[in-house]
């Protein structure tokens, strides 16, 4: 089945410490997405990729790094220059024309 | 800044009755907009999408769109306890794939 899986479903991350949320897909979609959700709001968007080895800063993309290395891959990097990183995150994409799809998301904690 | 503006609720509505959720949209060149559904600790899944003005029906769902009063709203015929959820309005401008989202409306189907 196509679809887009993210990994790991819970993260925890140290004091100091960078960690990497994998987002993956299989439906051969040109854009992915990366947004953060605070417990009662909404999505808001980290960064995005429309092709290959290209992205785009989304609204808060501060302490955070991807890399578009694959069409079918798109990795979040929390750093430990995000100092509020416990939320939500949920990757998604989509083909052009077509309406965006989600993954399941990860939810990250502060240990 | 592009917004999307979203009542957040609670709406609360009797079983069988019809739900009415409301999106304002700032940026013009929106060219598509999404309906999302998002239960508690779950992703938002795509319940609506409409790209014309006017009424796209999709059995007890109906999204309307008014483009010349940047507004979108969608109703939910015959609401069903699982209906009760909270509803994402996105939407995309066509120039570079940006989707922008509300914060959401909590809806909450009285049995």
């Not at chain 2, 007890?60 to 507004?71: D, G, H």
């Amino acid at each position: 089945d196509g679809g887009i899986t993210q990994s790991p479903k819970y993260l925890f991350r140290k004091e100091g410490q960078n960690v990497t949320l994998s987002c993956e897909q299989n439906l051969n979609h040109d854009a992915m997405y990366w947004y953060r959700q605070d417990p009662g709001q909404g999505l808001r968007l980290i960064y995005y990729s429309q092709i290959v080895n290209d992205f785009q800063k989304g609204d808060i993309a501060e302490g955070y790094s991807v890399s578009r290395e694959k069409k079918e891959s798109f990795p979040l990097t929390v750093t430990s220059a995000q100092k509020n990183p416990t939320a939500f995150y949920l990757c998604a994409s989509l083909s052009l024309g077509q309406p965006q799809h989600f993954g399941d998301g990860t939810r990250l904690s502060i240990l | 800044q592009k917004e999307v503006e979203q009542n957040s609720g609670p709406l609360s509505v009797p079983e069988g009755a019809i739900a009415s959720l409301n999106c304002t949209y700032s940026d013009r060149g929106s060219q598509s907009f999404f309906w999302y559904r998002q239960y508690s600790g779950k992703s938002p899944e795509l319940i609506m999408f409409i790209y014309s003005n006017g009424d796209k029906e999709d059995g007890r769902f109906t999204a309307q769109l008014n483009k010349a009063s940047q507004y979108v709203s969608l109703l939910i015929r015959d609401s069903q306890p699982s209906d009760s959820a909270t509803y994402l309005c996105a939407t995309r401008l066509n120039r570079d794939d940006k989707i922008i989202f509300g914060k959401g409306t909590r809806l909450h189907i009285l049995p």
